[in-house]
């Protein structure tokens, strides 16, 4: 799932990135989730929260992390992995993403009826993927792409009494196309007449191409067959037969969670079913669902706004991690194999490099108990490698131009320090002073004095939070206004911040609305849960979160002059427009949901329609079920807004 860059939390919620929009509607819930939970839930924060916090370690180095809260007979379990997309290299990139999607096929005793059974076609299923892959790397993609084309026209010929018999069998399909291009007497025009395509060299790739799909269909042959020893979704079941909501999981450029809500009287079954996947997880259909990942990769390459949020990151940054995007890139997810991601989940998903986060109706003498019972006997593993690159300084201005029938939209990023550098709070300060909320500059100047742009300019930090990332400022332009003009417009506001200081009065609401958002995101168990679990993911102590609230309220005018002089440089800038063209024909084209206008609606929405809606979404399992249910909610909001 993914989180959306635009939600904005004291220690932020990774921004992560699955592109289809029942993913970006997961995001949105999230979102909502917290909102949801903060507002119905639960007491305000109370300054003994530092005090409430216990921790405790297991032998084989997992931390623990408890807050009793007895509001309610709930409680909200996570357990965080420290490895995201900044843990990986090329050749490997999308694999954290990918090992997410992995971890709820089950294990040797969840989602099987006899996993010895299951193990020989493990294994020739591997074999068979092994050599696709091999396969494909020989052809070269370009050979592969026309080749592609061609066995599709082959299958489109079937007739109808063909597709009949086949229907959705990809092992007589692949079959009964590989016996037509053998048997035609000569190749089409499209094919033969491309130098070096059948042949080169003596080599038949033709040959190689059938060979590859042939492998395929013998690999869902084999696939439909071990399904008869498969239990699918077990996990899923019993975590929802016993009552859990909000069960989900999320990838980020830092980090990997699990995460769910339970009865308070179920927290042991949550520690068997984690320490259980998190032991010996078996990587059911692979193959297959590496395709659906891929998949997923190819959504978000005409999604604009991933498009352009990814060539921004790939420009904005030359040797960091994160100038790859979380779905890693197609070239590299078509080559992943099971052992690559046996041997990642081996390296990262080990206790040592785990945290788990425990809020609610719970005693810690319990939690510690459960733990030492499920998760201590997990070997621990060598720490992994450490991410040592880091961003170089920019040594000039980077800009970008995508064109895209969708609307005019700008970012503009500016290179700033992590989290555990001192001028971090500051910068915080800075970006709600900017763009917190109604009182907000950007919000009061760019979207209501000047209307410039269609809804308020955002900003958030950025793609990830351990490494030095980017202050980021998004804008879409308001017709006929351009984007010259918003982004001149966001400058000159930006140059205030230089040349006057801000008033007392101005710097002390923003410290008020920043100690109002932290005591909403801590007024909740999964709002303390994610405050306190990526407070120690990101500066290895927890406390220090603490530490940063007191940090925040000592922010002066001329700390923010200083750091606006620092840091909002021309050299230090990275500007990204995306152009509108001409929108080409697409009469099967599907209307896109806007998410942001979406979320907008939803918070309108009563406390009690909020929740519905939430439990509602919780409720559906398949991503066409979501993608049905945004878009239900998505008319409904433009049916109210009077939209036609």
């Known amino acids: 799932m993914r989180l959306s860059r635009n939600v904005r939390v004291p220690v932020s919620i990774p921004a992560t990135h699955r592109p289809r929009a029942a993913a970006a509607l997961i995001s949105a819930v999230l979102a909502l989730a917290l909102a949801v939970w903060s507002a119905s839930v639960c007491p305000a924060f109370s300054e003994t929260l530092e005090e409430k916090v216990r921790e405790f370690d297991l032998k084989n180095g997992m931390k623990f992390l408890v807050v009793e809260r007895h509001e309610a007979p709930v409680v909200f379990c996570a357990v965080a992995f420290n490895v995201g997309s900044s843990n990986e290299r090329t050749n490997i990139t999308g694999i954290s993403h990918l090992l997410e999607h992995m971890m709820f096929k089950g294990t040797e005793m969840m989602g099987t009826k006899n996993y010895k059974a299951e193990l020989p076609y493990i294994r020739k299923t591997d074999e068979l993927g092994e050599r696709t892959i091999a396969l494909r790397k020989e052809m070269g993609e370009w050979r592969f792409e026309r080749f592609h084309g061609f066995s599709l026209q082959v299958i489109e010929s079937f007739s109808k009494e063909e597709k009949e018999r086949i229907g959705a069998d990809k092992y007589e399909q692949n079959r009964l196309m590989a016996e037509k291009i053998r048997s035609m007497p000569s190749l089409p025009d499209s094919v033969a007449d491309v130098p070096y395509l059948v042949e080169d060299r003596g080599v038949n790739y033709l040959e190689k191409y059938l060979e590859y799909e042939l492998a395929w269909g013998e690999m869902a042959r084999l696939l439909d067959e071990q399904r008869e020893y498969m239990i699918k979704e077990e996990l899923w079941g019993l975590y929802m037969n016993n009552g859990s909501r909000f069960l989900n999981a999320f990838t980020s450029n830092d980090a990997t969670v699990y995460l769910c809500y339970l009865p308070s009287n179920r927290l042991e079954l949550f520690m068997l079913l984690e320490s259980d996947r998190m032991e010996s997880p078996v990587f059911r259909e692979f193959w297959s669902e590496r395709d659906v990942v891929m998949e997923e990769r190819r959504l978000s390459e005409n999604d604009p706004d991933d498009m352009l949020d990814e060539a921004f990151n790939a420009v904005a940054f030359s040797a960091s991690p994160y100038r790859w995007p979380v779905l890693g890139w197609m070239s590299d997810i078509r080559t992943i194999d099971r052992k690559e991601l046996e041997d990642y989940h081996r390296i990262y998903y080990a206790p040592n490099n785990a945290v788990c986060m425990v809020v609610g109706d719970v005693r810690l003498e319990e939690v510690q108990k459960l733990a030492r019972r499920y998760f201590e006997a997990i070997p621990p593993q060598p720490a992994p490698p450490a991410v040592e690159t880091s961003e170089p300084e920019q040594q000039g201005e980077r800009r970008i131009v995508l064109e895209h029938a969708a609307n005019p939209r700008l970012m503009m990023g500016f290179h700033r320090p992590s989290h555990r550098h001192p001028d971090a709070v500051t910068i915080g300060v800075l970006e709600s002073i900017l763009a917190g909320g109604r009182t907000s500059r950007l919000y ?129 800038r990275t500007v990204a427009h995306r152009v509108q063209i001409e929108q080409e024909d697409n009469p099967g084209g599907e209307e896109r949901i806007d998410m942001q206008a979406l979320m907008q609606f939803v918070q309108t929405l009563p406390q009690e329609e909020k929740m519905a809606i939430f439990q509602k979404f919780q409720s559906l399992k398949t991503d066409q079920e979501r993608e049905a249910f945004g878009m239900e909610l998505y008319q409904r909001m433009k049916a109210a807004q009077g939209k036609k």
């Open 444 to 572: 009061k100047t760019i979207y209501e004095e000047k209307q410039l742009t269609a809804s308020p300019p955002q900003m958030y930090s950025g793609p990830g939070d351990r490494y030095d990332n980017l202050m980021v400022i998004v804008a879409e332009p308001r017709h006929p206004h351009t984007l010259e003009e918003v982004e001149g417009a966001i400058l000159e506001e930006l140059g205030k911040l230089k040349t006057a200081p801000v008033t007392e009065r101005e710097l002390q609401r923003v410290k008020n609305q920043i100690d109002a958002n932290m005591v909403r995101s801590l007024g909740s168990n999964i709002g303390i849960a994610f405050q306190v679990g990526f407070s120690q993911l990101f500066y290895g102590d927890y406390r220090l979160m603490f530490t940063n609230i007191e940090r925040t309220k000592k922010v002066t005018a001329e700390d923010l002059q200083r750091v606006a002089k620092q840091y909002f440089t021309a050299k230090n």
